[in-house]
């Protein structure tokens, strides 16, 4: 008699009474949600001359996160570190190819297309604030500027790619990997846990960023200074031109 063959990880979960192995850490999970806030605020406060103190803020905030994920990436727990997940394109098509016949297999961290992902979106982001910096910071005209928005669309998109998998992910292997991000804990095999979640790190994590976003707050500019800055640049030049 024939009987269904059933992964590991839905064994796993399958069991009565039995806890989902710890997979992400909260360092990994706590930068997750501060770059999606930070890059989401950033991008909708991109045009709005009102809200430039928090788009810069936000933009600061994405550096520092991408800064410390790298890091992370080295030094982190098993499944948080790049040699544990990233495998190259060539990994990532067979695994796409694998999807489409019906026959991949869940993998406890990031599979491999995902991590490629992964990748270029922390290569984006690095891209988008660097060129956010210089164009706050007056450099090469135009030119960054144009660079900045031209990077930040192209991140937006593959956040909606990213999205779209993770969705479609979640329905294909009956694991729900939004909530996992926030629980840190998948359907897999016990042995692909971890040991340590590092709450004290997230939480360090977390008050720094709050704190910075404080120390902004406080040297903010009065309301109406920016908009008294504005108008005395534009009486300037109106000056000039009279003159002229």
Request: net charge neutral; charged share 20%.
């Amino acid at each position: 008699m024939k009987t269904a063959s059933v992964s590991p990880a839905d064994a796993a979960s399958s069991r009565p009474g039995r806890r989902l192995p710890l997979i992400w850490d909260a360092p990994v999970r706590v930068f997750h949600w501060l770059a999606v806030l930070s890059f989401a605020g950033a991008y909708l406060t991109a045009e709005s001359e009102r809200w430039r103190l928090v788009h810069v803020t936000l933009g600061y905030t994405l550096a520092g996160l991408v800064a410390f994920r790298v890091v992370w990436g080295f030094i982190g727990t098993r499944h948080a570190r790049f040699a544990s997940f990233v495998r190259g394109p060539a990994a990532a098509v067979a695994y796409l190819r694998a999807l489409l016949a019906g026959k991949s297999a869940p993998h406890p961290g990031h599979n491999p297309a995902g991590a490629l992902a992964i990748v270029a979106l922390l290569a984006l982001a690095a891209g988008v604030t660097a060129t956010g910096w210089l164009t706050y910071a007056e450099w090469g005209g135009d030119r960054f500027e144009d660079m900045h928005e031209a990077l930040a669309n192209l991140m937006l998109g593959l956040v909606g790619v990213h999205v779209a998998a993770v969705v479609i992910s979640s329905r294909l292997y009956r694991d729900n990997l939004v909530r996992a991000m926030f629980t840190g804990r998948k359907a897999a095999p016990p042995y692909e846990g971890i040991h340590r979640a590092w709450h004290g790190l997230a939480v360090l994590m977390l008050a720094t960023v709050l704190g910075f976003w404080w120390l902004q707050w406080l040297d903010a500019p009065p309301p109406g200074a920016s908009d008294r800055s504005h108008a005395s640049e534009r009486a300037g030049h109106d000056e000039e031109d009279d003159d002229d």
